[in-house]
């Protein structure tokens, strides 16, 4: 199988533009409408896609992938449905990188081999798991890496010169900046930090760097793909889902794959405005 991820970033470098990351839970607002999503995303600009695997205790998320967990789990989502749903997706779409984010104890549970083995046949591309460091990898590295996925980490502002390299060991894929301090969907970062931010990282290491926390707009999207190998956007994808969720809405995949269309477009378009 080729890897997407490399595949993807190349292209994207080719074309003189950042990647437009998008995030959403898996199940959220339920199983079909989550599969109908995961469909729309590509064509509304997604380069590459992360799908939440859905858990109880998402410390390292703000209210709005919290309350996108809670939808989930009440519609009964589980780890094997998720990735039935990429299966399915698969069968349409064989270029798209799709990465699984999420915490390790519905990893721990699956079994990291029985994991890893199943997420590769399925179609995933790699894993982020925000709660497991570098020091304690040991039992889903090996699993990752026998199984060609990409293991995708994540360094934060306060990730200094000493700690880098542990963070860089063994990482693969893109590497994640968390630009704020905190939870998911918090606050923004300026993005003159951003810039100065992405320089230091890039002289460490040639992975593609991906920022994202606190990304709303297609304003602040822009801003960051000026400078950054690609922009996540998470929090204010599954707000929209939440909100047409309570209004019953019956075009939740329209709205995200508009809302989705807007931001792929000002991270398309971000460098050549900063030039002009």
């Given at each position: 199988?080729?890897?997407?991820?490399?595949?993807?970033?190349?292209?994207?470098?080719?074309q003189g533009?950042?990647?437009?990351?998008?995030?959403?839970?898996?199940?959220?607002?339920?199983?079909?409408?989550?599969?109908?999503?995961?469909?729309?995303?590509?064509?509304?600009?997604?380069?590459?896609?992360?799908?939440?695997?859905?858990?109880?205790?998402?410390?390292?998320?703000?209210?709005?992938?919290?309350?996108?967990?809670?939808?989930?789990?009440a519609?009964?989502?589980?780890?094997?449905?998720?990735?039935?749903?990429?299966?399915?997706?698969?069968?349409?779409?064989?270029?798209?990188?799709?990465?699984?984010?999420?915490?390790?104890?519905?990893?721990?549970?699956f079994?990291?081999?029985?994991?890893?083995?199943?997420?590769?046949?399925?179609?995933?591309?790699?894993?982020?798991?925000?709660?497991?460091?570098p020091?304690?990898a040991?039992?889903?590295?090996?699993?990752?890496?026998?199984?060609?996925?990409?293991?995708?980490?994540l360094?934060?502002?306060?990730t200094?010169?000493?700690?880098?390299p542990?963070?860089?060991?063994?990482?693969?894929?893109?590497?994640?900046?968390?630009?704020?301090?905190g939870?998911?969907?918090?606050?923004?970062?300026?993005?003159?930090?951003?810039a100065?931010?992405?320089?230091?990282?890039?002289?460490?290491?040639?992975?593609?760097?991906?920022?994202?926390?606190?990304?709303?707009?297609?304003?602040?999207?822009?801003?960051?793909?000026?400078?950054?190998?690609?922009?996540v956007?998470?929090?204010?994808?599954?707000?929209?889902?939440?909100?047409?969720?309570?209004?019953?809405?019956?075009?939740?995949?329209?709205?995200?794959?508009?809302?989705v269309?807007?931001?792929?477009?000002?991270?398309?378009?971000?460098?050549?405005?900063?030039?002009?």
């Amino acid at each position: 199988m080729s890897d997407r991820l490399s595949a993807r970033f190349a292209a994207c470098a080719a074309q003189g533009r950042a990647a437009l990351v998008t995030f959403v839970t898996a199940g959220d607002p339920d199983l079909a409408t989550s599969a109908e999503i995961l469909a729309a995303l590509p064509g509304a600009g997604a380069d590459v896609i992360e799908i939440g695997m859905p858990f109880t205790d998402p410390m390292a998320d703000g209210p709005a992938i919290q309350r996108g967990n809670l939808r989930s789990l009440a519609a009964g989502t589980t780890l094997r449905q998720l990735l039935a749903m990429v299966t399915d997706f698969r069968k349409a779409d064989d270029a798209t990188p799709i990465v699984l984010m999420g915490y390790f104890n519905p990893i721990l549970a699956f079994g990291p081999e029985r994991f890893a083995a199943a997420a590769r046949a399925a179609g995933i591309d790699g894993c982020i798991v925000v709660d497991l460091p570098p020091e304690e990898a040991g039992e889903l590295v090996p699993a990752l890496s026998a199984h060609g996925l990409h293991l995708v980490r994540l360094a934060t502002p306060t990730t200094d010169a000493q700690r880098l390299p542990a963070v860089l060991n063994g990482a693969s894929g893109f590497l994640y900046y968390v630009a704020v301090a905190g939870v998911t969907g918090a606050n923004s970062a300026a993005a003159t930090d951003i810039a100065a931010a992405v320089a230091r990282l890039k002289a460490s290491t040639s992975l593609p760097i991906a920022v994202g926390f606190g990304v709303r707009t297609p304003e602040q999207a822009a801003a960051i793909a000026a400078h950054a190998d690609a922009v996540v956007v998470g929090s204010a994808i599954v707000d929209a889902i939440g909100a047409a969720a309570e209004e019953r809405a019956n075009d939740i995949p329209a709205r995200v794959a508009a809302q989705v269309a807007a931001l792929a477009q000002a991270v398309r378009t971000a460098r050549k405005e900063q030039a002009a």
